[in-house]
C-alpha cells in the first residue's frame, strides 16, 4: 500500500493505492544522506559535475552530466514523469532553473 501524500497517518480510503515495493519507494522524498537537496542528483567527483540518475526496472539508469544540481534534477523529473507516472513522488521541487 502506498500513501498518495507521503503521509503515514494520513489513512483515508482516497489517499491509499496498491503499490509494488518499487512503486512505493518512487513516492519517496530526499534520502536524509542527499547532500545535492534533489532527489536522483550527486556530484560525481571525477568529472566534477553533477549526475542524475533514475532506477527502471531494477536497472540504474544514468541521465547525463550536468554543470549545475538544478540542470540535473531538471533530467531527474523529466525521466520521473516518464517512466514512474502516476507513482512518480508528487512532491518533486518545482526546478525553473537551467
Known amino acids: 500500500i502506498d500513501h498518495i501524500d ?8 482516497e489517499n491509499l493505492r496498491e ?3 518499487s512503486q ?7 534520502q ?3 547532500t545535492s537537496g534533489y532527489k536522483g542528483v550527486h556530484f560525481y567527483k571525477p568529472t566534477k559535475r553533477w549526475q ?11 541521465l547525463g552530466y ?3 544540481p538544478e540542470k540535473a534534477y531538471k533530467a531527474y523529473v523529466e525521466a520521473v ?4 507516472g502516476s507513482f512518480a513522488d ?3 521541487k518545482a526546478c525553473d532553473s537551467g
Not at 6 to 13: F, G, K, L, S, W
Not at 81 to 84: M, T, V
Open 81 to 84: 514523469r516518464l517512466y514512474h
Open 32 to 34: 536524509s544522506n542527499n
Open 66 to 68: 550536468h554543470d549545475t
Open 90 to 92: 508528487k512532491k518533486l
Open 19 to 21: 503499490a509494488t515495493a
Open 6 to 13: 507521503r503521509n503515514p497517518e494520513n489513512n483515508r480510503i
Open 52 to 62: 542524475a540518475k533514475i532506477q527502471v526496472s531494477g536497472k540504474r539508469i544514468s
Open 24 to 30: 512505493n519507494a518512487w513516492n519517496s522524498g530526499v
